[in-house]
């Protein structure tokens, strides 16, 4: 591990970190006690990444394991995709894009560029992906996106968090009217939402989700989706159907008890819910500490 950067020093147990400019939180880049080679973006606190530099394939946070097991099933196996992914953190799934289908092109994007600077010197990634960073907010970003990429991406993950929370003007529907002209026919939106009980803000994002997109499916650990604790709910957004075998295949890929909503049961879950907008989005709220939790 490099510690070499510029804009890096260590914190006070000796790990990588860097204060962000924009947000003044503090990123540290730890190692995983448990498994050789792997490490962990903690910001604010938070653990937000995961990354196994030997394996990028391996992934770890329930909801990352269940963003990767749409990523496995679009198209054919190994086939390259085209991505943009909303939010860096230490670029878990466009590593693993990578690994799994090799020669996907990928665009990324992210505010804090010393998080970028800090993850480029101390968990460089492979140097053959294609692989875009693009520095700035992700809404602008995606109103500069090249003419090219519309109607051209397979898929588009929104994971963006300032230190433990979604900013509000992420969540709405003009947000995600933004994001929707990328999509090709057979494009996804995958979404992380973290909740707690009631899961008012998860129903709020179903139903903006569905003012944007016809097709809509959710999926994540049952006690999560029943509002009994704290964690992260994958919505999935497309223009045309879901195909419906996706749906015993993420729940028999894990991390296990799983629960999809779809069709009559996504409505009675988002019912009476109000669509946010950007007069009325507001930020997610704040996650325990063990909504990242490590799936087995």
Do not use: C
């Amino acid at each position: 591990m490099s510690t070499g950067h510029r804009n890096e020093k260590n914190d006070a147990a000796g790990h990588p970190s860097v204060v962000l400019k924009l947000s003044g939180h503090t990123a540290v880049i730890e190692p995983d006690r448990f498994t050789p080679g792997s490490f962990q973006l903690v910001v604010d606190g938070t653990p937000q990444s995961h990354v196994n530099i030997d394996h990028p394939d391996e992934l770890f946070f329930e909801y990352i394991q269940r963003i990767g097991h749409v990523i496995d099933l679009l198209g054919d196996p190994h086939e390259p995709i085209t991505a943009v992914h909303l939010g860096a953190g230490a670029l878990t799934l466009p590593r693993y894009v990578e690994a799994t289908r090799p020669g996907s092109r990928q665009q990324v994007v992210e505010i804090e560029s010393d998080l970028i600077d800090l993850v480029r010197e101390v968990l460089p990634w492979d140097k053959r992906a294609q692989l875009r960073v693009r520095h700035g907010d992700a809404r602008e970003v995606l109103g500069k996106l090249p003419a090219g990429l519309h109607g051209a991406v397979d898929l588009v993950v929104v994971d963006i968090f300032s230190g433990a929370r979604t900013p509000k003007h992420v969540t709405s529907r003009e947000f995600f009217a933004l994001a929707a002209p990328l999509l090709s026919s057979r494009g996804v939106l995958a979404v992380n939402v973290a909740d707690g009980p009631g899961l008012a803000f998860a129903r709020g994002q179903a139903a903006t989700l569905s003012a944007v997109f016809p097709h809509v499916i959710g999926f994540a650990e049952t006690q999560v989706l029943k509002g009994r604790r704290f964690g992260n709910i994958v919505f999935v957004a497309a223009h045309t159907p879901i195909d419906l075998n996706w749906i015993p295949r993420l729940l028999a890929n894990g991390p296990h008890p799983a629960k999809v909503i779809e069709g009559a049961e996504l409505k009675a879950f988002m019912a009476g819910s109000l669509v946010a907008t950007d007069e009325t989005s507001t930020q997610s709220p704040l996650p325990g500490r063990t909504v990242f939790q490590i799936g087995h």
